[in-house]
């Protein structure tokens, strides 16, 4: 168990990596951890998607800018957020917004550090399904290997299933928004038959920005409320959501959760950092509210 190893042993320390990233999303891809992130800055100023890797949680690596807006043509050449990634039959596939309600797109890459290629040409999703924001894209791979896209702002989230391609959406979106306060930002974890869909509430440019989450028992819900995940530490950060969760490889429950804070005193809504802390589960199955660390996680190799 994470909490028996020694004093001595290694930290991550928060923020995982130096300047100013939000929205990310944490995978161990072949015996390495990745993040995809938003490069936080102005909008006009997003042009472009990075990814940082590490083997062991703790030294972080950025692997430069693996798609950039300028390769993809349908783009507005601005807003790019909250990137999702995921691995089918040896490819990875990068899901992302382009653009404030352009749309989202897919690229493919063979390697989960890029370079990634706009893999269909046009938007993956053009429109707003039941009213939802064509934007913070989540792709979820279950057991069965079936692939599922969640997304959704303006109050509203949605999910298809992907056709195997990856690259193409297998029917019309179904809403499933889960609560009154859901804003954006949904994640999708499974565990013990369960299916836990997470999301950000609030506003990102203040301290109100929180995270939430509720249980179903199949990928399309309803999802029951079950209560908050994230929230401010007036002694330590605030502004805490848009997460991800990833379950520590060889482990069968140790959990840890990737979110981004504004420091105490920020000044610019866009002065995010990205922050690593555990994650953990009740006995009934619910989760603990996080306790937002400076120390962050102890190193755990990747394979």
């Not at 998607?49 to 692997?63: A, H």
């Not at 089918?88 to 390697?111: E, P, R």
């Not at 506003?203 to 939430?212: E, G, K, V």
């Not at 809504?269 to 802390?277: A, E, G, S």
Request: aromatic share 14%; charged share 20%; hydrophobic share 35%.
């Amino acid at each position: 168990m994470l909490e028996h190893h020694r004093a001595a042993d290694r930290w991550s320390g928060n923020p995982l990596f130096d300047g100013w990233y939000a929205d990310p999303e944490i995978h161990c891809f072949a015996g390495r951890y990745y993040i995809y992130p938003t490069t936080s800055r102005d909008h006009h100023d997003q042009v472009f998607f990075e990814c940082w890797s590490s083997s062991d949680l703790t030294d972080w690596r950025n692997e430069g800018v693996i798609l950039h807006f300028k390769d993809v043509a349908w783009s507005t050449n601005y807003a790019a957020w909250a990137p999702s990634c995921a691995e089918k039959h040896g490819k990875y596939y990068l899901y992302f917004s382009a653009g404030d309600g352009a749309g989202l797109g897919v690229a493919v890459s063979d390697s989960p550090a890029g370079p990634f290629r706009d893999a269909i040409g046009r938007p993956l999703v053009g429109y707003y399904p039941h009213g939802a924001q064509p934007i913070d894209a989540h792709c979820f791979v279950d057991d069965d290997g079936r692939a599922y896209l969640y997304f959704g702002g303006h109050a509203h989230c949605v999910v298809a299933p992907l056709t195997p391609t990856m690259c193409a959406i297998h029917r019309d979106f179904q809403e499933i928004t889960p609560s009154p306060d859901y804003v954006e930002g949904p994640f999708m974890v499974k565990r013990r038959g369960l299916y836990y869909l997470m999301w950000s509430e609030g506003n990102w440019t203040n301290q109100s920005y929180l995270a939430a989450y509720g249980i179903a028992d199949n990928p399309y819900g309803p999802f029951e409320y079950v209560g908050k995940i994230l929230e401010n530490n007036p002694e330590v950060a605030e502004g805490a959501g848009h997460h991800s969760v990833l379950r520590l490889p060889g482990t069968e429950d140790e959990w840890v959760i990737c979110y981004h804070r504004r420091p105490l005193g920020a000044v610019s809504p866009h002065h995010r950092v990205v922050c690593l802390d555990r994650l953990e589960f009740r006995a009934d199955g619910t989760i603990k509210p996080v306790t937002l660390t400076h120390s962050g996680v102890l190193a755990h190799p990747a394979s």
